[in-house]
């Protein structure tokens, strides 16, 4: 750590704020850092800034080394594969030394209709010998360079291109908050619309005349409670509102079919779902429920024409905990449904995707993402259709069989498509979009052609990078998975030793390796396998990369979710915890090389693994963490509170759930005991898990001597700064800590492992 530092940590001022709930009488010393208004609290967050900008100056070259290593392995000027959608092909632009992609398109030859299918219409343009220069014919749809000048932070939270290709929808962020400013833009011309539309939710879209505008707005607490129906050309006044959610529990989104046939409203809670529709061709009528709501049912459509007939094709939990597709007539929706896909304890279904040539089933099995694929015809019968069976074609990625793989469908806006693009990654393997010819889905990989794979620069062989599933052992008996990425001749732990994976037994047991440790845990969100630029800048240096696949995601189906939420929620940092003792146990690592990292609902994980085992960690890194559960669910006034309790319980009105949140909130138990290094890295304007939360986490540590620092941007949202520049700072930033702790900064990439020990702390001021 860097001796340069000559003033004290800052320490806030105490002011005990009164907290009272069930009887219970709870004090607290920094809640007056919630106010973000106030002068005082804006200058505490800059000295924080201040200071741990000091402690950490030494580690500047380290942080632009790292950069300059995930520039040279990036192409920075590339194109995407074009999609088809109507008459054009779109793709996105990247340009080196701009921050935001450009989304551009050509026109598409027009596709013959006496032969609809023919392949040359659906075959995207070849890709460019020069990317920076443009396609014959481009024009520019949106260039977020331009849209973000004069901003410090730009997000796109809406874009969609009317079905005739002559207008824009674009509503974004400048402030970070997910509160976005609605524009329509004529394409043609490049002018603008006057119609402007202010705090509107992501996801509006174009009904398919493009004469109507539909948009969500959000409440005073930021949940999405209302879809709008606005004309193109019309003020804002004149918006008519369609549906509106006055349950404070459920949030609203909308959307079209991708037949386009309908409109689609849902209203959900995190266990309860209902879906209203409307037939596109009457954008202005009234949309109809399709089943009503019943407290714990979740459900989605979709819609299909399967043998002539229009379906619904459903995916219900009725009965069914990791879910079922059931399908239902369309005209007559209250007849007896046909079971397509049945429910399988252990196999999450995930949804169904609807083409007019094809179904695409997504569901979950051994803790990994599959997708099967049935061809359908104009014959097809229903009960062909029946999963698992000889209707339905597994989708394989053509990799190595010892990989850990994502794979399934990916951008296939049209409905009548007679090829799929499909995209397949693994944590070594650079993701690759493939073209799926649906006419040849027989015949397995010969029917799959490779479009693009994501360019990595420098040598990079993926061979030379090793990744397996490991399991722990978690105190109930469950096996909880783990991923484990590393380099090969880098990891002695794991590489078996000079000796090869079965040394003598004479040999000497190899060092512990340095590990980074990943977790999440929490809404069913599973972590899948994914390829990282920035992560080589970790793994060429001989760390390990893992993932602790704990209860509270949804890996495992949704029993694996549902003993991790709400009064199980403990279960998900004692599998941390196991995971963390199962490594350090098989000798993989030691505590003074495991650095644990999270973020969100992940950072609650970290800082409860902080309270109740210390000392298997050198550090934990928390991004935008979830530290101060208990007074943000406490409160219904605060930002999507009330649409949390269904995951973390109703701590207001129930007593029992208030005192286990109480017991495992990070901040209300803060010990005196030794805690490793923490980072905590938040956003002003974040309005999911807010600033206040780390910043009196950080405070509290400081009380029991912890040596805890705070970074908080103060332009940016939940997922930190904008721009892919400033994206890569901001990371190369947490993966010098990281090294630091994990006593590697010294280590220049592909330097062999070496035992080493933490760096010393400080003095704490």
């Not at 053509?398 to 794979?407: A, C, F």
């Not at 340095?514 to 845990?521: C, E, R, T």
Request: some cysteine.
């Amino acid at each position: 750590m860097s001796d340069d530092l000559k003033a004290p940590a800052p320490r806030a001022v105490q002011k005990p704020h009164r907290r009272e709930h069930h009887g219970d009488v709870v004090i607290d010393p920094y809640e007056w850092l919630r106010d973000k208004e106030a002068p005082e609290v804006i200058a505490h967050l800059e000295a924080e800034n201040a200071y741990t900008e000091a402690r950490l100056a030494h580690l500047g070259p380290l942080r632009e080394r790292i950069v300059d290593e995930i520039r040279a392995r990036t192409q920075e000027t590339d194109l995407s594969i074009p999609v088809r959608e109507g008459d054009w092909w779109y793709y996105g632009r990247t340009v080196e030394g701009l921050q935001y992609g450009i989304q551009c398109r050509v026109p598409a030859a027009p596709i013959d209709p006496a032969d609809p299918l023919n392949p040359a219409a659906w075959t995207p343009p070849p890709p460019l010998p020069d990317p920076s220069q443009p396609r014959e014919g481009e024009q520019i749809v949106i260039d977020g360079n331009v849209e973000a000048e004069g901003h410090d932070f730009f997000a796109i939270g809406s874009l969609d291109v009317s079905d005739d290709g002559a207008w824009l929808l674009f509503a974004v962020d400048t402030e970070g908050d997910e509160r976005y400013t609605l524009r329509i833009r004529e394409l043609r011309t490049g002018r603008t619309l006057d119609d402007e539309i202010t705090d509107t939710a992501a996801g509006a879209f174009f009904d398919p005349s493009g004469q109507y505008v539909f948009y969500a707005t959000v409440d005073e607490s930021w949940r999405p409670d209302t879809i709008w129906r606005h004309r193109v050309g019309t003020p804002r006044t004149d918006d008519v509102q369609v549906f509106h959610e006055p349950d404070d529990s459920f949030w609203v989104g909308a959307g079209r079919t991708r037949s386009g046939r309908w409109l689609v409203i849902e209203a959900a809670s995190s266990i309860t779902s209902e879906t209203h529709v409307l037939d596109a061709a009457d954008p202005t009528g009234t949309f109809q429920v399709v089943r009503p709501r019943r407290h714990g049912i979740e459900y989605d459509l979709e819609h299909a024409v399967i043998g002539g007939r229009d379906w619904w094709l459903i995916t219900h939990n009725d009965g069914a905990p990791d879910f079922q597709i059931d399908a239902v007539p369309v005209d007559a929706p209250h007849e007896p449904p046909v079971t397509l896909v049945p429910h399988e304890p252990g196999v999450r279904i995930e949804g169904v995707d609807a083409f007019a040539h094809a179904l695409v089933l997504d569901y979950r099995a051994g803790g990994l993402p599959r997708t099967a694929i049935a061809r359908l015809a104009p014959d097809t019968a229903l009960d062909a259709l029946h999963w698992p069976g000889p209707g339905w074609t597994e989708l394989v990625a053509p990799l190595d069989g010892e990989k850990l793989v994502s794979l399934g469908t990916r951008g296939n806006p049209e409905w009548a498509q007679p090829t799929l693009r499909i995209g397949y990654t693994s944590f070594t393997e650079p993701a690759t979009v493939a073209s799926l010819d649906l006419a040849r889905l027989s015949e397995g990989a010969a029917a799959i052609t490779v479009l693009k794979q994501q360019p990595v620069l420098g040598g990079y062989t993926s061979a030379d990078y090793a990744e397996r599933r490991d399991w722990a052992v978690a105190d109930d008996g469950t096996r909880i998975p783990i991923s484990l990425v590393w380099k090969r001749g880098l990891v002695p732990s794991l590489d078996g030793g000079e000796s090869g994976p079965n040394p003598p037994a004479s040999a000497a047991p190899p060092q512990p390796s340095p590990v980074h440790l990943y977790g999440y845990g929490s809404y069913e969100s599973s972590i899948d396998p994914g390829f990282s630029i920035p992560r080589l800048s970790l793994l060429d240096r001989g760390v390990v990369f893992a993932i602790a696949h704990v209860r509270g995601g949804g890996e495992l189906g949704r029993a694996w979710y549902e003993n991790g939420k709400t009064l199980s929620k403990t279960t998900t940092f004692t599998d941390f915890v196991a995971v963390a003792r199962h490594l350090i146990d098989a000798g993989v690592t030691a505590p003074d090389r495991l650095v644990a990292e999270g973020g969100s609902a992940g950072g609650l994980l970290m800082g409860a693994v902080a309270n109740i085992a210390p000392e298997l960690f050198a550090g934990i890194l928390a991004d935008v963490p979830f530290v101060d559960p208990l007074t943000s669910i406490l409160d219904p006034e605060l930002p999507l509170t009330v649409i949390e309790w269904d995951e973390w319980g109703n701590p207001l009105h129930d007593p029992e759930v208030y005192a286990y949140m109480k017991a495992y909130s990070p901040y209300e138990n803060v010990a005196e005991q030794q805690y490793p290094r923490i980072l905590a890295v938040t956003s002003l304007n974040d309005t999911r898990v807010l600033y206040v939360e780390p910043a009196k986490w950080v405070a509290r540590l400081r009380d029991v001597g912890a040596d805890a620092l705070l970074k908080c941007e103060m332009d940016a949202g939940h997922g930190g700064v904008s721009g892919r520049y400033s994206a890569w700072r901001q990371r190369a930033y947490e993966l010098a800590w990281l090294l630091d702790v994990l006593g590697r900064a010294d280590a220049a990439a592909d330097a062999p492992t070496t035992p080493s020990t933490q760096s010393e702390k400080p003095p704490i001021s």
